[in-house]
């Protein structure tokens, strides 16, 4: 939205107010807790049944996309599934993705996977609601990718059954503990600047601290990347923690951070201890409203 002679820093006061002035229709954190608290502990599969049943019960028929699965280790299963929602027509997709699968610890049991990544999928279902509302001219596909913890096998199937070219963002939303600090990465990726810029206005807008993170760990958004998409991958933890986090992976040797440091999340997640009491709820509700703007943004943006 830009009037004719209109200053460039009043059309960026009016794209923010845009943003500011969406509907009150946020989920409030405890639901989307509560929705948590569903998966947590299931089985792979029954994860994707239960996911399943709250995108319906929400009144969406999710796609199913499933794929064969190449990897041969960890009694990993034969195929995986793809939950997709789709959004609207247009003739370009924005896609907004987590995985809903857990890791297989050491000793064959599941993780609970709340933090990694339960808590996202469950944002997602909402997101896919709440983005329902919108009037976008992009197609929106929302997908719970299935076998991220074995080797990002899901998103890959899913990139590789596509038409790349008509998809023209992808978000990835992975990891939600404290509420602190939305990290978003990796920034030394190339060619996802008009990602970026539209998550720091929409970091601006709501209020809430994000840090760019150079160097971050690998998740759904790397086959995208691959395939020259832009893209941007995020997560949502305690202040202090993302603070540790991005000294721990950016500046390894000068940190200050004792030589034997381990960040909480690398203790937390893949581990016994991923439970849903590491979950905020409040992180949860931020995260959404702040994955809901920031399509929004892409949508007018891209
Ligand atoms: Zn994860």
Redesign the pocket.
């Known amino acids: 939205m830009r009037m004719q002679g209109m200053p460039a820093g009043l059309a960026l006061l009016l794209v923010s107010s845009t943003l500011l002035a969406q509907p009150a229709i946020a989920p409030d954190g405890d639901s989307l807790r509560a929705d948590l608290a569903r998966i947590v502990g299931l089985e792979n599969d029954q994860r994707a049944e239960t996911l399943l049943r709250i995108f319906r019960e929400r009144g969406f028929d999710p796609e199913i996309g499933e794929f064969q699965n190449p990897a041969r280790f960890r009694n990993s299963p034969a195929t995986g599934r793809n939950l997709i929602v789709t959004l609207g027509e247009g003739d370009r997709d924005i896609v907004v993705g987590a995985?809903y699968d857990a890791i297989l610890m050491r000793d064959g049991r599941i993780s609970d996977g709340a933090v990694?990544?339960g808590a996202?999928s469950v944002i997602l279902t909402r997101v896919a609601e709440s983005l329902r509302r919108h009037a976008l001219k992009h197609r929106i596909r929302v997908v719970l990718f299935d076998l991220?913890?074995i080797g990002l096998i899901g998103s890959r199937a899913y990139v590789q059954s596509e038409d790349t070219s008509r998809i023209a963002a992808m978000v990835n939303v992975?990891?939600i503990a404290g509420d602190g600090v939305i990290m978003f990465g990796p920034t030394s990726h190339e060619g996802n600047e008009a990602v970026y810029r539209s998550l720091r206005l929409v970091c601006a807008v709501k209020a809430i601290s994000c840090a760019d993170f150079p160097v971050y760990?690998s998740?759904d958004d790397r086959p995208f990347q691959a395939a020259g998409i832009p893209n941007v991958s995020l997560a949502m933890i305690g202040a202090v923690s993302s603070h540790e986090f991005w000294l721990f992976l950016n500046a390894p040797g000068q940190s200050g951070l004792r030589r034997d440091f381990v960040p909480d999340l690398r203790r937390i997640?893949h581990t016994k201890e991923d439970t849903i009491e590491r979950v905020d709820a409040t992180a949860m509700a931020r995260v959404h409203d702040a994955v809901v703007a920031l399509v929004v943004e892409l949508d007018g943006a891209l």
């Open positions: 995985h990694d990544n996202s991220e913890e992975d990891v760990p998740s997640i």
